[in-house]
């Protein structure tokens, strides 16, 4: 059907939609599973996506001025943990002739987002203070709600709308004509007394009642609110610093007695790392038909990372403080990495700047310190870049390395944080179970279930080919009996 109307559609559209399972998913979702919804869908957001050139929208193409107003941006995360997408109206004023690149703007804001953190959805908020009659658009409102009702599917939380004028009550009605029933149930009327029912204070600007310090500026771009560097032994606030230097040494120690761990368990595992590499091969030529599946492992062009999306962390109920990253370095080169935050003042990462050889596995520890707790709007960002063989790997070499790396060549990947609810240990994490079993047999036996789950995602991947080629085979196969009998049935007539 698609290929059909190709000329109507960008070929890069057409080709996520035959490789990206999610995102068909994601289409249906929002249709509630109406296949032809869904397909009206499709058609109208990827002729609108051609219209927009949204594949090729970059900071480069857009007038600097729409980014320096400060109108639309990403900033900070809602209490269930998802990005903000503000929209300061007092910034925007209506005019025909930028109507356009404003719209494309929106949808470079959309696409950038969308790409970055696998259509993790958004929370929008249009920040009314200080508005009046002179800022109402109502067809650029229409346009920012046409995104996301239209041409980005299940992309939306909600849409938290702050202090709106009352002047403005007739042209919201006209706005929520436009929504459909689901879509209504999103908008969030607030002001700064129940704002916080949805945003908590360390994300909102004094003006909504918050505390966030936050001054847009650019450049550069806004971005995920990552600081860095990140001291892998955790900046100390308040504690005592004795008691900071005995759990710097209880996590040196720690580290240790995981190195250990794996050089103990490096000859079991070289059964499967056999067969992880004669079947790595394999990875480029077979795409896994269900894409929840290759969620567990991210499969980066530098580096391979696990988990894909989350972080478990334990709530303080639960008292489960550490979780464990593994990196795989899939290149020819040495990778160097480092890992940013949105919390610096929370975590501990080990190691946080660093690099990992060709072919290697790298284990990285985030641990949680000083009695904070993990937070849903908490973000870890890996950072990833080749070395040429003849640079070294120390701190300096890194240091001066990534102050020369272009920004091209740097692979980024986010993770969220999770919180465990129930007491029950996650696999994910780094804690002592309830039989005191040491935490290096926990570790041992995350490594092996992490190579487990490739090997086995890769196995049911050549019994899916071995399927087709038996398919395939009952195909001719049939085809030769019914040539067979065709030739048999004329050399009768002929002798008839």
Not at 159 to 182: C, H, Q, S, T
Not at 447 to 452: A, D, F, Y
Request: aromatic fraction near 10%.
């Amino acid at each position: 059907y698609f290929l059909e109307k190709s000329d109507k559609y960008d070929s890069r559209d057409v080709e996520r939609l035959q490789q990206d399972d999610k995102w068909v998913e994601n289409y249906l979702i929002w249709r509630h599973d109406v296949v032809d919804d869904t397909l009206k869908m499709i058609d109208e957001s990827f002729q609108w996506r051609k219209e927009y050139t949204v594949n090729d929208l970059s900071e480069s193409v857009l007038p600097k001025w729409l980014f320096e107003i400060g109108a639309l941006f990403l900033h900070g995360y809602d209490k269930e943990g998802y990005k903000l997408f503000w929209f300061k109206v007092k910034h925007h004023t209506r005019d025909p002739k930028q109507q356009l690149d404003k719209k494309k703007l929106v949808a470079f804001w959309l696409e950038h987002y969308a790409k970055r953190d696998h259509g993790k959805p958004l929370t929008v908020v249009f920040d009314m203070a200080e508005t009046g009659i002179s800022h109402i658009d109502l067809d650029f409102v229409r346009f920012i709600v046409n995104c996301f009702t239209d041409y980005y599917p299940n992309f939306l939380t909600k849409i938290v709308i702050f202090e709106m004028p009352w002047i403005m009550n007739a042209a919201f009605k006209i706005v929520k004509g436009w929504l459909g029933p689901d879509a209504i149930s999103m908008l969030k009327f607030t002001n700064k007394n129940d704002v916080q029912e949805y945003i908590s204070g360390e994300y909102l600007p004094p003006h909504m009642g918050g505390t966030d310090s936050f001054k847009y500026s650019y450049p550069p771009l806004v971005d995920d609110d990552f600081q860095t560097p990140l001291c892998e032994n955790g900046p100390i606030t308040s504690e005592d610093e004795h008691e900071s230097k005995e759990e710097i040494d209880a996590d040196t120690k720690e580290a240790g007695e995981l190195n250990e761990a794996q050089n103990l368990n490096q000859k079991k595992m070289n059964s499967i790392e056999q067969i992880s590499k004669s079947e790595e091969t394999d990875k480029t030529e077979v795409k896994p038909k269900n894409a929840k599946k290759a969620l567990t492992t991210f499969k980066g062009p530098l580096l391979h990372i696990s988990p894909a999306e989350e972080l478990y962390f334990g709530s303080k109920e639960t008292g489960e403080k550490k979780c464990l990253i593994v990196l795989t370095n899939v290149t020819k080169n040495v990778v160097a990495f480092k890992v940013r935050t949105t919390a610096p003042e929370k975590y501990r990462v080990k190691p946080s700047n660093s690099s990992c050889e060709p072919g290697t596995s790298l284990d990285i520890i985030v641990s949680l310190h000083g009695g904070f707790a993990a937070s849903l709007q908490d973000r870890f960002l890996i950072m990833a870049a080749e070395m040429d063989q003849s640079s070294g790997a120390g701190v300096p070499e890194l240091t001066q390395f990534w102050k020369e790396v272009p920004r091209t060549k740097v692979m980024e990947h986010r993770l969220r944080c999770h919180v465990i609810e129930s007491s029950k240990p996650s696999s994910l994490t780094l804690k002592d179970n309830a039989f005191n079993i040491p935490a290096k047999t926990n570790e041992d036996l995350h490594i092996q279930l992490t190579h487990l789950l490739q090997i086995n995602k890769r196995l049911e991947e050549q019994m899916n080919r071995c399927l087709w080629f038996q398919q395939l085979s009952v195909v001719l196969s049939l085809l030769s009996v019914t040539v067979a009998a065709f030739c048999f049935y004329l050399a009768s007539a002929q002798r008839s």
